[in-house]
Every structure is written in structure tokens, then in C-alpha cells.
């Protein structure tokens, strides 16, 4: 039994351990806002009703907080039915830095 026990303590030392290094490792990696892109961003082609369109914005949002990659989400209307564009507005009131757009207005969000 104790063998069990001191094998079970172990393998949380372990994992508590690999834990703290990834913490060490991600702050080093990915530092905060300074690495921050300035003026880019990413586009998402919205169509039909948006099926794939709030998980397309989630992973983005997480890859800005994290990474720091680009500043904005444009979400651009490519034909989006009236489902699809209520979807789209209510996923872009939930962040600032993520917005809906038509094609023509592309240039404007890019250039500043």
C-alpha cells in the first residue's frame, strides 16, 4: 500500500513540476503586449449562416491574448444570410478589438 502511495505523490510532483516549467517557459516565449503586431490583422470570410463562425473568433481571440499575433479581428460579410449576419453582430459586441465589416470597407480597417 505504501508503495501505491508514494508512487501516486510521485506522479503529482511530476505534473506539479512540468506545470511550473511551462509557466516559465510561456512567459519567456510569449511576452505580453509589447511583441504585439502593430496594424495587422485577421480575416474570416463569413458566409451562409456563420456555421463555423464563432469557433473561427474564439480560437483568433485566444491566439491575440496569447501570442499577441495581430491587433484586430475583422470579420468580413462574403454573403451572410440574416441568420448568419445577427450571429456575426452579436459575437462582435462581445470584443472590441473584433469587428464586422463589408469587403469594400477592408482597405479602411488596414490602412489605420
Known amino acids: ?37 502593430q496594424g495587422a490583422a485577421a480575416l474570416i470570410p463569413a458566409q451562409g449562416d456563420g456555421e463555423l463562425l464563432e469557433q473561427q473568433i474564439r480560437a483568433l481571440q485566444r491566439l491575440r491574448q496569447d501570442q499577441g499575433a495581430f491587433d484586430r479581428i475583422l470579420v468580413v460579410d462574403c454573403g451572410l444570410s440574416e441568420e448568419g449576419a445577427k450571429l456575426a453582430r452579436l459575437l462582435v459586441k462581445e470584443d472590441r478589438w473584433t469587428v464586422l465589416c463589408k469587403m469594400e470597407e477592408i482597405g479602411g480597417y488596414l490602412d489605420g
Open 1 to 37: 500500500m505504501q508503495l501505491w502511495q508514494d508512487g501516486l505523490v510521485a506522479m503529482l510532483a511530476a505534473v506539479g513540476l512540468a506545470s511550473l516549467m511551462w509557466a516559465v517557459v510561456k512567459a519567456v516565449l510569449y511576452a505580453g503586449p509589447e511583441r504585439r503586431r
